[in-house]
Every structure is written in structure tokens, then in C-alpha cells.
């Protein structure tokens, strides 16, 4: 079994920063894929940003600048830094690890941005 804890979200003003935390634990014996997704009400789960077991980092194109996924191998921990938020970054995002075909999902954090 593998659970993921999110933690970070919460209420901002447009401008400000907010640092996402996801730990991985459980049945984990290696480094995997991990990311962020968000979803907006009345809206599709979208890609934030991934790394993959070697570091390498993607982003959606709409946020490159402004967010930075990173991770602590050590610590089975994925970080999302979003800066320069805009009330459109108001979403649940979601922490995932991926295991081969297996994508398991955190519960999510709400970050809400006010204009």
C-alpha cells in the first residue's frame, strides 16, 4: 500500500506564494515519477508539473515561471512552489506517485487565491 499526504494549501492574495508538500509512504522501495494535478470547479484535472525518477521536470506550459516541483529523495517528498498566484490558480491539487501502470493519488489540498 502507498499513501500520500498533502499538505500546504489555503487562502493567498493574488500576487503571493504558497509551498505545497506531498510525502510518500508504504510499499516504496525505489524512486518514482511524482507530480501535481489541479482541478478547478466545474473543471477537468489538469497537469501541473512532474519530475521523474531522474529530477528531470515538466510543467504545464501556462505555469512555467511561475511554479517549481522539487523533490527530498531521502524523505519520499515531492514540494510544488507556486508564486505570482492568480486567482485562476484556485484549485484542489492533487500529489501523485506513479509505480509502473500504477498511479496513486493523495486527498488533495485546496489553495484558493483572492483578487
Known amino acids: 500500500q502507498v499513501q500520500l499526504v498533502e499538505s500546504g494549501g489555503g487562502l493567498v492574495q493574488a500576487g503571493g506564494s504558497l509551498r505545497l508538500s506531498c510525502a510518500a509512504s508504504?510499499?516504496?522501495?525505489?524512486?518514482?515519477?511524482m507530480g501535481w494535478f489541479r482541478q478547478a470547479p466545474g473543471k477537468q484535472r489538469e497537469l501541473v508539473a512532474a519530475?521523474?525518477?531522474?529530477?528531470?521536470?515538466n510543467y504545464a506550459d501556462s505555469l512555467k515561471g511561475r511554479f517549481t516541483i522539487s523533490r527530498d529523495t531521502a524523505k519520499n517528498t515531492v514540494y510544488l512552489e507556486m508564486n505570482s498566484l492568480k486567482p485562476e490558480d484556485t484549485a484542489v491539487y492533487y500529489c501523485y506517485l506513479q509505480i509502473v501502470g500504477r498511479r496513486y493519488w493523495g486527498q488533495g489540498t485546496q489553495v484558493t487565491v483572492s483578487s
Open positions: 508504504g510499499s516504496i522501495f525505489r524512486i518514482h515519477p
Open positions: 519530475i521523474t525518477s531522474a529530477g528531470s521536470t
